[in-house]
């Protein structure tokens, strides 16, 4: 089951008075955090809806591999009508997704992979008996959602359009603290300095040298997704030369070839993942989600949640 992510963040921090999606929290950006743990998760299709300050925010997660989409109105609208922005785009490229607001950064990977067990049309994290974020929605119902009135919200819209919502015990109070004020980011701040270990794992192939890696991963992906690679590259902000440069370079050292690439005419171009190209993505996502799984209960073993709050 495909899951993507619609993180919001076209409004104008005004009672923050600073631009939010962009503060550090450690080492990291708040949109930043987010997306780094969507991804860690194996997350994807990941649409990031901006607003305010948007060709900067776009530059700021550039080569993240998340897709931006523009609310050109987020000076009159709610955070609602960016959520359907978003939803409008990824509902027919996923089964479900994720939606969080650009201002609750500390949910953990756990979490995230926690609310992905359930099969309901909802699913909402709860911590010391108060929901929180991120949500997961089937993409099913995302259609009468969008059909809700924006005045009321998501949350409105849910309870109108959903029976049963599933709710999801989780020890993470990460999923309650959002941002809203100087205050509230300084609380973020603490909090994250308390913040558990986490092992963070990145895979690349090898022989003599790297052979292959997330990034080329993500591209292959970004390809499939779109159907062409100058939409991959626009997605990804990256040239076009060097996607190219990037494909040709793996294709001489795997031997065999990635794209099926279909010159333009009427209706334009298309590229296409070979059948070795499909393999070879597929294999890598599967290790790579095999690694995680067994560092995360290896992290448990050596790490006990008790010997992390001892030191948090």
Same mark, same amino acid.
Not at 158 to 163: A, F, S, T, V, Y
């Given at each position: 089951?495909?899951?993507?992510?619609?993180?919001?963040?076209?409004?104008?921090?005004?009672?923050?008075?600073?631009?939010?999606?962009?503060?550090?929290?450690?080492?990291?950006?708040?949109?930043?955090?987010?997306?780094?743990?969507?991804? /860690?998760?194996?997350?994807?299709?990941?649409?990031?809806?901006?607003?305010?300050?948007?060709?900067?925010?776009?530059?700021?997660?550039?080569?993240?591999?998340?897709?931006?989409?523009?609310?050109?109105?987020?000076? =009159?609208? /709610?955070?609602?009508?960016?959520?359907?922005?978003?939803?409008? *785009?990824?509902?027919?490229?996923?089964?479900? =997704?994720?939606?969080?607001?650009?201002?609750?950064?500390?949910?953990?990977? *756990?979490?995230?992979?926690?609310?992905?067990?359930?099969?309901?049309?909802?699913?909402?994290?709860?911590?010391?008996?108060?929901?929180?974020?991120?949500?997961?929605?089937?993409?099913?119902?995302?259609?009468?959602?969008?059909?809700?009135?924006?005045?009321?919200?998501?949350?409105?819209?849910?309870?109108?359009?959903?029976?049963?919502?599933?709710?999801? /015990?989780?020890?993470?109070?990460?999923?309650?603290?959002?941002?809203? =004020?100087?205050?509230? *980011?300084?609380?973020?701040?603490?909090?994250?300095?308390?913040?558990?270990?986490?092992?963070?794992?990145?895979?690349?192939?090898?022989?003599?040298?790297?052979?292959?890696?997330?990034?080329?991963?993500?591209?292959?992906?970004?390809?499939?997704?779109?159907?062409?690679?100058?939409?991959?590259?626009?997605?990804?902000?990256?040239?076009?030369?060097?996607?190219?440069?990037?494909?040709?370079?793996?294709?001489?050292?795997?031997?065999?070839?990635?794209?099926?690439?279909?010159?333009?005419?009427?209706?334009?171009?298309?590229?296409?993942?070979?059948?070795?190209?499909?393999?070879?993505?597929?294999?890598?996502?599967?290790?790579?989600?095999?690694?995680?799984?067994?560092?995360?209960?290896?992290?448990?073993?050596?790490?006990?949640?008790?010997? /992390?709050?001892?030191?948090?």
């Amino acid at each position: 089951m495909q899951t993507g992510a619609v993180i919001v963040a076209a409004g104008m921090s005004s009672r923050m008075g600073d631009f939010k999606p962009m503060l550090k929290i450690g080492a990291m950006s708040m949109v930043q955090r987010i997306i780094a743990n969507y991804q /860690q998760a194996g997350v994807f299709p990941i649409v990031l809806v901006t607003g305010y300050r948007g060709d900067e925010l776009e530059k700021h997660v550039a080569k993240t591999g998340v897709i931006c989409i523009r609310n050109e109105n987020y000076a =009159t609208t /709610q955070m609602f009508d960016s959520a359907k922005i978003g939803f409008s *785009y990824i509902m027919d490229k996923c089964d479900r =997704t994720f939606f969080s607001p650009v201002d609750v950064p500390l949910f953990t990977v *756990y979490t995230i992979k926690r609310l992905m067990e359930s099969n309901a049309h909802v699913a909402k994290p709860i911590c010391d008996g108060k929901e929180g974020h991120p949500i997961l929605i089937s993409c099913v119902i995302l259609p009468t959602i969008m059909e809700t009135e924006s005045d009321k919200g998501l949350k409105a819209a849910i309870d109108q359009c959903c029976d049963h919502v599933e709710i999801v /015990q989780v020890g993470d109070e990460g999923i309650l603290q959002d941002a809203d =004020t100087p205050e509230d *980011y300084h609380q973020l701040i603490e909090r994250h300095n308390r913040q558990l270990l986490r092992p963070m794992i990145e895979i690349s192939l090898m022989r003599e040298n790297k052979l292959f890696d997330k990034d080329s991963a993500l591209l292959l992906r970004m390809i499939d997704f779109t159907g062409t690679v100058k939409e991959a590259c626009e997605k990804m902000q990256i040239s076009y030369s060097k996607a190219w440069n990037m494909l040709s370079t793996l294709e001489e050292n795997l031997g065999f070839h990635l794209i099926d690439r279909r010159p333009g005419g009427e209706f334009g171009g298309s590229s296409q993942l070979t059948a070795e190209g499909k393999d070879l993505l597929d294999r890598y996502e599967k290790f790579s989600e095999m690694v995680r799984q067994f560092a995360d209960e290896a992290f448990a073993e050596c790490w006990p949640r008790d010997d /992390q709050d001892k030191h948090s």
